[in-house]
Nanobody
Framework: VQLQASGGGLVQPGGSLRLVCAAS????????IGWYRQLPGESRKLVAS???????NCADSANSRFTISRDNGENTVYLQMNTLNPEDTGIYYC?????????????WGQGTLVTVSS
C-alpha cells in the first residue's frame, strides 16, 4: 500500500484546509485509515481515523472542528479541518492499518505541512 498525502499549506487562524490521502497498491485491504500530527521533538499523535465500515475516531482537540471521511471506491480519505488555530500546526501524516489472522500491517505516507499563522 502506498499513501500519497496532499492539501497542507499556510492558513490564517479561523481558516480551513482539506487534507487528502490517496491510497494505491493493495489499498482495498485497508481496515483503518487516518491522520496523525507531529510536532518537532514529539511523537506522532492521532488526529482522526476512519474504518472501512465508516466508524470514526477523533482526538478531543479536533472533535467538532475536523471531519474525516472516506471514499472507498476511490481509496481516498479526506480530513476537513475548520476553525483552525495555531495549535493545529504540524506535519500531518496519512496512516493505514490492515490486519490478517496472523499479522498487522502498518503504512505511512509522506507528511504534509500545515501552518496556522497570521
Amino acid at each position: 500500500v502506498q499513501l500519497q498525502a496532499s492539501g497542507g499549506g499556510l492558513v490564517q487562524p479561523g481558516g480551513s484546509l482539506r487534507l487528502v490521502c490517496a491510497a494505491s497498491g493493495t489499498s482495498n485491504s485497508i481496515d483503518i485509515i487516518g491522520w496523525y500530527r507531529q510536532l518537532p521533538g514529539e511523537s506522532r499523535k492521532l488526529v482522526a481515523s476512519i474504518s472501512s465500515a465508516g466508524r470514526t475516531n477523533c482526538a478531543d482537540s479536533a472533535n467538532s472542528r475536523f471531519t474525516i471521511s472516506r471514499d472507498n471506491g476511490e481509496n481516498t480519505v479526506y480530513l476537513q479541518m475548520n476553525t483552525l488555530n495555531p495549535e493545529d500546526t504540524g506535519i500531518y501524516y496519512c496512516h493505514a492499518l490492515h490486519w490478517t489472522l496472523k499479522s498487522k500491517f502498518e503504512y505511512w505516507g509522506q507528511g504534509t505541512l500545515v501552518t496556522v499563522s497570521s
